[in-house]
Structure formats: structure tokens, C-alpha cells
């Protein structure tokens, strides 16, 4: 087990940030928080790393749990990378394209499944723009 989550919540400035949320991450196992803007996927992301601490339940990272004064030794081992993975002077095709190479797709695979994912994020008429140019929200949609 990676990281074990067991009914957390939290709360800042007198708001429920995080309510009730338990989940199970193993190894060799991918996951992905999605949600609207505003509904924690940021603080969940702070909680598992220790830089936030529950307002109840717990969290193990590692068998260990992120309260533990010694959390320090298992923090250097954790990596997010919420930014930085696209480039900025290409447009959002260009870096979808090297993307999907990376998961050897087809041409005729990725272009199809770009297009689907563009139309969901409302993107399609932005293909041919520079990353550069987007806004922060935009480019967390790429």
C-alpha cells in the first residue's frame, strides 16, 4: 500500500473543505483527483503530503501516518507535479501529439481521442493556440 486515507475531513476558516473521503492507493496503480474548481482536490493533495494536517481521520503514506513528527523521512520521497508538463510555445495539439506518443498511440488514435477530449473541455476551438497564451484554468484542462 502507497497511501491508505480513512474518513478525512477538513476544514479552513470555518469551512468544510474535505468531508468524509476515504480511499486506497496501491502500488503499480495509477489515480487522478478531477473535480471543479473549489471542491478540495488541492487540499487533498496537501493532506497526503503532510503539508496540511486532517481536522479529523487519518492518512498513512508509506505505513506512516502524516501527523508523525517524523513524516519529514517520507515527505522526500513524494513528488507532485501539478504544473510545468506542457510547452508553452506550441499550440495545444502540438503538446497533446508528443503526449500521446509517449503512450504509443496511433495518429489516427490520438487525433481522435484529442478531438473527444477538447470537445469535453470545451477546447476544440482553441486546438491551434499557443499553451502559452491560455490561462492558468485553461491549461490545467490540457
Known amino acids: 500500500m502507497i497511501a491508505k486515507v480513512t474518513h478525512l475531513h477538513k476544514t479552513l476558516n ?10 486506497t492507493l496501491e502500488k503499480g496503480t495509477i489515480h487522478a483527483i478531477l473535480g471543479p474548481n473549489g471542491v478540495g482536490k488541492t ?3 496537501r493532506l497526503l503530503t503532510g503539508l496540511l494536517k486532517p481536522s479529523e481521520g487519518a492518512i498513512q503514506v508509506f505505513d506512516m501516518e ?3 513528527p517524523h513524516f519529514d523521512r517520507i515527505r522526500q520521497y513524494i513528488g507532485v ?3 510545468g508538463n506542457l510547452y508553452e510555445s506550441l499550440t495545444i495539439r502540438e503538446n497533446l501529439e508528443i503526449w500521446a506518443q509517449f503512450y504509443n498511440m496511433t495518429k489516427m488514435d490520438s487525433e481522435n481521442r484529442m478531438n473527444e477530449l477538447l470537445a469535453h473541455f470545451n477546447l476544440l476551438d ?3 493556440s499557443k499553451v502559452g497564451s491560455l490561462s492558468k484554468g485553461m491549461k490545467q484542462k490540457v
Do not use: P, V
Open 14 to 23: 470555518g469551512r468544510e473543505i474535505i468531508k468524509d473521503i476515504s480511499f
Open 81 to 83: 507535479q501539478n504544473d
Open 126 to 128: 482553441r486546438k491551434e
Open 66 to 68: 502524516t501527523t508523525d
Open 43 to 45: 487540499t487533498t493533495i
